[in-house]
């Protein structure tokens, strides 16, 4: 029992009974009742509370100040909630509520109200214009089914903290007035469903210019209208002063995040871009599809983060992006995102006056360009801090030859580390080594242009059959290589690049979906060597074959193979002898491992995953001398690890061997295990003796080996000291 006395109750969290809480059944002065959860149950994990609490329990605490029911699977409160007077703080976050009892609207005392993601809320109280000493209302994630907001919310003058408010439809609905007697609003606050606002007088009536400590403001409209026809949004907004209702709306000069959604006005009012939001440090416009500019927002000399999206209008970006006589436009900018620009096609990036000297984009690191599928021309000339470039389906956007040189798009890039060109086409010229002329001339220019790249990932680029020299030779820092969705890529390089003063840097290369890929070089493989010495890790993934030549990495220590579904064996040459870590998984079609182990003698990490083929990891060669670590899953047709006569003579010290339903028997060997779990393994009949007599095992699990009889009991069984996890389940020993 808990004292009488007791304040203060808090406990740990996740299916919580009757017993739990009968022993709070006394305890009538408790003002605070608080579960704790780890952060993952809170996030994985439904948690429920008995009915107790709320028919029994919670009827008895009068005097609760602290009520706190987040994350409960729970659908409705008792209208007897309304007899906790004092309450002050109730937290129903990520609860499926639908709606609260009347009664809640009578706690007068109640200064807090969290409702965050609760996604099954339809809507609020009527009477909580009752609850004038409400001073923060979290609705967070919680506005998908809430069409509107309560009426009388101006009443709530003490409110500080509002997420978010929902204008309602017709005369008897909330209106965004109510707004504007929260003379206190702080922090974020967003305003959703502006097409109901069919007087812009009331829009003006928020006062959002004197709400200063307002510092994030979201602005929306209707979701759907982001995807409807232009023709289509003129019919619904007609009769609406958009364009007004969005000036109206100013907010003060002190603001620091913006967002814009769903805008359906054909111009953007005045303010915005405006150089007096000095302290504006993020900006994201969003489906404003009439407007067919954008605003001066290179004048905002603070903006750090830009995001611009389905901005159907747009079709040029010109000098009116950058501002009026700004010379320097952008000068903190760091990030720009464009995305789903539909008919976008051009983008001017000198400046306003073109006979003076204009510098835009001066501190930007990040530009990403995304489905922009008109866009035609070059990127801006001038970006000497970028360092991560990504184009996403942009197919006019061409990697092209200027007058003479090559790589325009890269110009006075010297700070490029992460480089993305996703469906974009690079000319045919620089697709096929046969101009070598010009490889050499593009072969010296990217040689100053992109040596400060360590990240390239190159995807979908059609007629690519191999990566030429002028992509090579001028990524001397290249650390990490990334090829993904190129249908005609046969190899990596030709035979006529001299690879061994290239890509010294290079530690990762994965290759992804490259179906026609059978070596990595068509050169001799000596000349292979010395130029990926550092290459410690491969990844193969989505490809018909592997690489003739992959023993020649005779640095490599990580192999990654998967999905490679006519993949029947290894190339007869092996694998790399350096090799530590060898993974396959998804090889459908792959039968044995033989020729991988040939001259594997450094193995370590064995991990082999839902390759049904494969009946034995090897027939002929012995399990590598050097493993520690054996993982076999989801093989269905294994019928052992090695075939009869051959015996593990390794220093094993984990064997994981899960759901191989055919497998049938252990072959002798190991003696030094630390851990062993098998499951699922329906036909194995016996372990080996010497499987479970190690001094060193410490975890030992067995499930679902239903022809298990019996673990073997060695003569030296009692020296199993160190054991300190057993599981044994479903099996007939």
């Not at 509002?162 to 606050?189: A, K, M, P, Y």
């Not at 003129?234 to 609406?240: C, E, F, K, P």
């Not at 003076?356 to 530009?367: A, D, G, H, M, Y």
């Not at 001028?474 to 650390?479: H, N, P, V």
């Amino acid at each position: 029992k808990i004292s009488k006395k007791a304040r203060y109750a808090s406990y740990t969290s996740y299916y919580d009974g009757i017993k739990r809480f009968e022993v709070l059944g006394d305890a009538e002065c408790l003002r605070t009742f608080l579960p704790f959860t780890s952060f993952l149950l809170f996030h994985l994990a439904c948690r429920y509370i008995t009915s107790y609490v709320f028919c029994d329990l919670l009827p008895k605490l009068k005097c609760l100040r602290v009520l706190c029911l987040s994350n409960y699977v729970m659908y409705e409160l008792p209208d007897s909630i309304g007899d906790l007077k004092h309450l002050r703080y109730l937290d129903l976050s990520y609860t499926r509520i639908r709606r609260l009892p009347k009664s809640v609207g009578t706690l007068y005392n109640l200064q807090v109200m969290l409702l965050k993601k609760c996604q099954y809320l339809e809507e609020l109280l009527v009477n909580m214009g009752n609850m004038i000493n409400l001073r923060h209302l979290d609705i967070t994630g919680a506005n998908w089914k809430l069409k509107e907001m309560p009426q009388q919310m101006g009443k709530l003058t003490n409110l500080q903290t509002l997420s978010d408010f929902v204008v309602g439809e017709g005369s008897g609905s909330s209106s965004i007035r109510e707004l504007g007697n929260l003379q206190q609003l702080r922090g974020s606050l967003s305003i959703s469903r502006l097409e109901n606002v069919t007087d812009a007088g009331d829009a003006s009536d928020v006062n959002l210019k004197y709400k200063q400590g307002i510092k994030e403001l979201s602005l929306k409209w209707k979701d759907d209208l982001i995807y409807m026809p232009i023709e289509v949004i003129y019919s619904v907004n007609a009769g609406i002063d958009t364009d007004h209702v969005l000036g109206f709306l100013q907010p003060h000069l002190e603001l620091e995040k913006l967002t814009i959604e769903g805008y359906a006005g054909r111009r953007f009012p005045t303010w915005l871009g405006d150089g007096s939001f000095s302290r504006m440090v993020f900006l994201r416009l969003k489906g404003c599809r009439n407007c067919k500019s954008l605003p001066p927002l290179g004048q905002l000399p603070s903006l750090k983060d830009l995001e611009i999206e389905w901005m159907r209008g747009v079709e040029q970006v010109g000098p009116e992006f950058y501002g009026e006589g700004c010379l320097k436009p952008f000068p903190s900018l760091e990030n720009l995102t464009f995305r789903h620009m539909e008919e976008w096609k051009d983008w001017f990036s000198f400046g306003v006056d073109q006979n003076e000297v204009i510098q835009p984009f001066t501190r930007l690191s990040k530009l990403r360009i995304c489905n922009c599928s008109k866009l035609v021309g070059k990127l801006p000339n001038h970006l000497p801090s970028l360092k991560q470039l990504v184009t996403d389906n942009c197919p006019q956007l061409v990697i092209a030859l200027p007058s003479s040189g090559m790589l325009r798009n890269f110009n006075d890039y010297g700070s490029l580390s992460i480089l993305s060109i996703k469906d974009v086409p690079i000319h045919a010229s620089l697709c096929i080594p046969d101009h070598v002329a010009d490889e050499v001339v593009l072969a010296n220019a990217a040689s100053n242009h992109l040596k400060s790249v360590t990240e390239l990932c190159v995807e979908n680029i059609p007629k690519l059959t191999s990566l030429p020299l002028w992509f090579i030779q001028g990524l001397t820092g290249l650390e990490l290589l990334i090829i993904e969705n190129c249908g005609e890529l046969a190899s990596l390089w030709p035979n006529e690049v001299q690879l061994q003063h290239h890509l010294l840097a290079l530690r990762r290369l994965e290759i992804l979906c490259c179906p026609q890929l059978f070596c990595l070089f068509e050169g001799k493989e000596e000349e292979l060597r010395p130029c990926l010495r550092r290459l410690e890790y491969l990844q193969i993934q989505e490809c018909e074959k592997l690489p003739r030549d992959l023993h020649a990495l005779s640095f490599l220590g990580e192999l990654m193979i998967s999905d490679c579904p006519t993949l029947v064996s290894f190339p007869k040459t092996g694998l790399p002898s350096s090799l530590r870590t060898l993974e396959i998984s998804e090889c459908r079609a792959l039968e044995s491992l033989t020729e991988g182990l040939l001259h594997s003698n450094s193995i370590e990490v064995l991990d082999v995953k839902r390759c049904p083929s494969l009946t034995s990891l090897s027939s002929t060669v012995a399990i590598p001398p050097t493993l520690k670590v054996l993982r076999i899953s989801n093989c269905e047709n294994l019928e052992s690890i090695v075939d009869e006569g051959l015996k593990i003579n390794s220093p094993l010290d984990i064997v994981d061997i899960w759901g191989c339903k055919d497998l049938k028997s252990l072959p002798d060997g190991p003696h030094n295990l630390s851990e062993l779990r098998m499951g699922e393994c329906d036909n194995i009949e016996s372990l080996p003796e010497g499987w479970l007599s190690a001094t060193s095992l410490r975890k030992l699990e067995i499930s679902e080996c239903r022809k298990l009889d019996a673990l073997p009991m060695p003569n030296h069984a009692y020296n199993l000291t160190s054991l300190q996890q057993l599981s044994l389940k479903d099996f007939p020993g």
